[in-house]
Structures are given as structure tokens and as C-alpha cells.
């Protein structure tokens, strides 16, 4: 009977060593469109790891340990992926699945659906331009990683919707949208800096912000843009007014976040992850 005490000490501690971090159990979610969490060595060297050959997002939780949070694209493949380190190590994590439904759209303007010559044009100009915003890695740490909702409303259409428009099939859904109304003002769910300010053929007006290495998130469909490039932003400062600009068929905010140039669920980083 006697050893019952000290075993009972050793299996509870044993538990609490392995119990998820907070932050592993808010964020990791490691399926396409996710974002997985990976334990790093500790150490006082800032690591810096990469994946598919770009940096990552990493931190120090309660100050001890190092570890990468990491977005993976929509279109992965399931099972083994690795982390490479500045050492030539490398750290393996699994990609598991998940299924996204269908979402279809009627849209009465056809060069929304089917651009034409020159609307093709300005279309790859602005994708440019977008694409030099994801992958903007900068040195700063994010604020803070449970986000804040932009907007105050219902959410509509998910993350990861396959897309069809007048029955033609589109890229997958980027973001995560919220039924709000025309002119409710946009904030910014955690501190950072304006990177990019535009207006875009399919987003309409839009907003870059930048939250600090490789965290970014992208506001779209404004009727009103608030703030100008290279602008800091508290968290919770308004950014713009929700809008119809761009290929939208109503009043509503289109909110994408994205982790090493890879767009990710925003709803992981609300508490409104549905597996």
C-alpha cells in the first residue's frame, strides 16, 4: 500500500507533462487549410525553422519553450510533412483530413464568372501584388493569438467552400465570411502594421495588414477604407466599413488570414474551428 502515494505522484505528473500547451490547444489543427504547432528545443537562440522552403511563425510559450506555428495549404496532401531546421535536422508532423462542402453562387455579372482580355490583365497585376503581400515575413512578434473578431455577427460561408459560380467551378474559399451590414465598422483582431491598401477586381476594396512573422490578414469587399499604407494598428482599431465592393452578392465581410504565405481557417484563431 505503501507505494501507492508515490505512483499515484508519478502518473499524474506524467499527465500534466502531457497535456496540450494553450497554445497547441487552440491552434493546432493539422489538417489542409490548417495550422499545425510543433514543439522546438528550448534554448535562448530564437529558432529558425522552414516549411515547403519558407520561414515560419515561431514563439516561446511561458517564456521555456520554443515552437512553430505553421499554415498549411489548402491543397496539401495527407500524412508525413517535415520541418526543416537551421541545423539540417528535421521535425515530422502528420496532415490529417477533412472534408469541405460545396457552396453555390449566382452571379449576374458574367465578367465577375468569365473575365474578359483586359479584365484578365488587371487581374494578374493585382494577384501580384497580393502575393508579394502574403508573403511579407517580418520580424515582429504577433500581439496576441487568440484574435479578436473582426465584425460582430453571424458567420456565413465557411472556410475551404468548394466554390461554383453560375455553375462553373472556382478556386476554393479563402476566408471566412460574416453576415454583417453595410457601413459596420472593421477592426483589427490583433495589433499590426497596413502592408497593402487597394482596389481589386475580385475583392473590391481591401486592406493588407501584417501581424508579425508571416501572420497576415486581409480584409476585403469595403465600402470604406479607414487607414493608409505603412499605418500601425492597435488591436481593435478600425480599419474600414463593411462593404459589396469587388464580386460579392451583398453586404458582408470577407476576413483572410494567412501563415508562411499559406491561407489558413481564420476560425482556428477565434475559437470557432469545426473539425
Known amino acids: 500500500m505503501r507505494l501507492l502515494f508515490p505512483l499515484c505522484l508519478l502518473l499524474c505528473s506524467a499527465a ?10 487552440l491552434l493546432n489543427q493539422p489538417v489542409p487549410g490548417g495550422v499545425a504547432v510543433i514543439p522546438l528545443d528550448e534554448g535562448s537562440q530564437t529558432p529558425a525553422p522552414r516549411y515547403e522552403g519558407k520561414p515560419v511563425l515561431v514563439v516561446k ?33 502528420k496532415v490529417e483530413g477533412k472534408h469541405y462542402r460545396e457552396q453555390h453562387i449566382k452571379l449576374n455579372n458574367k465578367r465577375q464568372v468569365n473575365p474578359n482580355p483586359d479584365d484578365l490583365a488587371r487581374i494578374q497585376r493585382e494577384l501580384a501584388e497580393q502575393t508579394q503581400a502574403y508573403q ?5 512578434q504577433p500581439s496576441n493569438l487568440l484574435f479578436d473578431k473582426p465584425v460582430q455577427g453571424p458567420l456565413s460561408s465557411p472556410f475551404g467552400l468548394r466554390r461554383f459560380f453560375n455553375g462553373e467551378e472556382r478556386n476554393p474559399h479563402s476566408g471566412l465570411d460574416f453576415a454583417v451590414g453595410a457601413g459596420t465598422p472593421v477592426k483589427a483582431p490583433a495589433a499590426g502594421k497596413v502592408i497593402l ?79
Open 16 to 25: 500534466l507533462q502531457a497535456e496540450p500547451s494553450f497554445i497547441s490547444r
Open 136 to 140: 511579407t515575413f517580418s520580424p515582429i
Open 197 to 275: 491598401v487597394g482596389n481589386y477586381f475580385f475583392n473590391g476594396n481591401t486592406v493588407f495588414v501584417d501581424h508579425g512573422q508571416g501572420l497576415i490578414s486581409m480584409f476585403c469587399h469595403l465600402s470604406k477604407v479607414d487607414v493608409t499604407m505603412g499605418q500601425s494598428l492597435p488591436r481593435g482599431g478600425i480599419l474600414g466599413r463593411v462593404g459589396s465592393t469587388g464580386r460579392a452578392t451583398g453586404p458582408h465581410l470577407h476576413w483572410n488570414v494567412s501563415l508562411n504565405d499559406s491561407r489558413v481557417d481564420p476560425a482556428i484563431f477565434i475559437g470557432a474551428f469545426k473539425p
Open 61 to 93: 510559450e511561458q517564456g521555456k519553450q520554443w515552437i512553430a506555428i505553421v499554415g498549411i495549404p489548402l491543397k496539401s496532401k495527407l500524412g508525413g510533412h517535415q520541418l526543416d531546421l537551421a541545423d539540417g535536422r528535421t521535425l515530422a508532423f
